[in-house]
T-cell receptor, first 111, second 110 residues
Framework: EAQVTQNPRYLITVTGKKLTVTCSQN?????MSWYRQDPGLGLRQIYY???????DKGDVPEGYKVSRKEKRNFPLILESPSPNQTSLYFC??????????FGPGTRLTVL | GQSLEQPSEVTAVEGAIVQINCTYQ??????LSWYQQHDGGAPTFLSY??LDGLEETGRFSSFLSRSDSYGYLLLQELQMKDSASYFC???????????WGAGTKLIIKP
């Protein structure tokens, strides 16, 4: 089944404790992206990657890192999480088409 | 700055037709996309317009007027399962970097 997977789905952590949210797609898509979704703000892009070893900042990259060492994986790293990074995170992938395929989301709470 | 405006909430009756509007102000325009998101779920792609006019996909249609920086999503024969949030998104220069609206919550009454 073609899909984008994210782990963990839910995470509660404390300020300053490094964490990684994994994202993997099995559709051989070149493009991958991370979004955060907050009430009343829609989705905001954090980082995106056009292909392996190619990443670029989106609209809200501060406090986040990403890497793209393999085509299928695009992990999101929070080196020192803060409470304002409490949010719902989505990973998405796409080929050259208009449609982005989203993972199920990761709900992160930073205390 | 770049922004998209859409109503925060729309209410309609089962079986009826509803239109969700989206106006955009962006540095460029590559295409307008529409996504549906049910509570607790992920966004799923509905429709896309790059050129002026109407695109129809089953009960859903989407319209674009580039000269007015305006588009809408039309949902016909509403069903209770259409209760969800609907987002418009514009790619200023590609379909990869999207600017998103805040979403419209569609409430459907029996």
């Amino acid at each position: 089944e073609a899909q984008v997977t994210q782990n963990p789905r839910y995470l509660i952590t404390v300020t300053g404790k490094k964490l990684t949210v994994t994202c993997s797609q099995n559709m051989n898509h070149e493009y991958m992206s991370w979004y955060r979704q907050d009430p009343g703000l829609g989705l905001r892009q954090i980082y995106y990657s056009m292909n392996v070893e190619v990443t670029d900042k989106g609209d809200v990259p501060e406090g986040y890192k990403v890497s793209r060492k393999e085509k299928r994986n695009f992990p999101l790293i929070l080196e020192s999480p803060s409470p304002n990074q409490t949010s719902l995170y989505f990973c998405a992938s796409s080929s050259a088409s208009r449609e982005q395929f989203f993972g199920p989301g990761t709900r992160l709470t930073v205390l | 700055g770049q922004s998209l405006e859409q109503p925060s909430e729309v209410t309609a009756v089962e079986g009826a037709i509803v239109q969700i509007n989206c106006t955009y102000q962006t540095s460029g325009f590559y295409g307008l996309s529409w996504y549906q998101q049910h509570d607790g779920g992920a966004p799923t792609f509905l429709s896309y317009n790059a050129l002026d006019g109407l695109e129809e996909t089953g009960r859903f249609s989407s319209f674009l007027s580039r000269s007015d920086s305006y588009g809408y999503l039309l949902l016909q024969e509403l069903q209770m399962k259409d209760s969800a949030s609907y987002f418009c998104a514009v790619g200023p220069d590609s379909n990869y970097q999207l600017i998103w609206g805040a979403g419209t919550k569609l409430i459907i009454k029996p």
